[in-house]
């Protein structure tokens, strides 16, 4: 039987006992029931205190870990947009006239007038804005004393050349295409662009005159 579970000893009942000691009870009993106690929570205490520590040491590292890959991805992002814009020239039947860096074809429009432009709206869907951020790099025959930008703020601007704000054209799908030249959408013609900064007016051999009537037309 287990000794907590003894029932208690009246003291008229424990006189014939040899361990009998009065008012202190039976001899040894004190000992018993304070230090075995002691005895047994010892070793779980202390293994308390050891695996605390290790436990903080997990979480630590958990967390570094985490903030160098966010790190990491931040990092790349930024690298994977900064791209600058590009001005070059193509030869075809046209001549030779200004694209983009990728090849596309790059138009000026009559309707403008001065270096703002004046295409918005359905215009600006057919007919997008070449934009850049800062003064774009040039190579084959393109005057970089040409190169402008209009449109105010610090966000992308449009490319001018010679004074002419620079567009593409929705019906090119690939480069070195003309499909606009001599299209008079919008109520003006709009022209390939020469490295001199005139409109090249003479229509494009095989090519569509992208949306609206096309033609020949005059210098601009």
Known sequence: MNRGA???????????????????????????????????????????????????????????????????NATRGVAATSQAAKVETNNGSLGTFLTDGSGRTLYLWAGDHGSTSSCSGPCASAWPPFTAKGTPTVSGQVMASNLGTTGGGSGAQQVTYAGHP????????????????????????????????TAITHAATGGSTGTGSGGGGGGY
Not at 30 to 53: I, Q, S, Y
Not at 170 to 189: C, I, L, P, R
């Open 6 to 72: 003894v029932a208690p000893v009246l003291p008229s009942e424990a006189h014939g006992d040899p361990r009998w000691q009065g008012a202190t009870g039976f001899a040894g009993e004190k000992e018993d029931m304070f230090t075995v106690p002691n005895r047994t929570w010892a070793p779980v205490g202390l293994g308390l205190v050891v695996v605390a520590p290790a436990l903080l040491l997990v979480a630590c590292g958990g967390s570094s870990g985490s903030s160098g890959s966010q790190s990491g």
């Open 166 to 197: 620079l567009y593409y054209f929705a019906g090119d799908q690939g480069d070195g295409q003309t499909n606009g030249e001599g299209s008079t959408a919008f109520g003006a013609a709009w022209w390939v662009v020469s490295p001199s900064g």
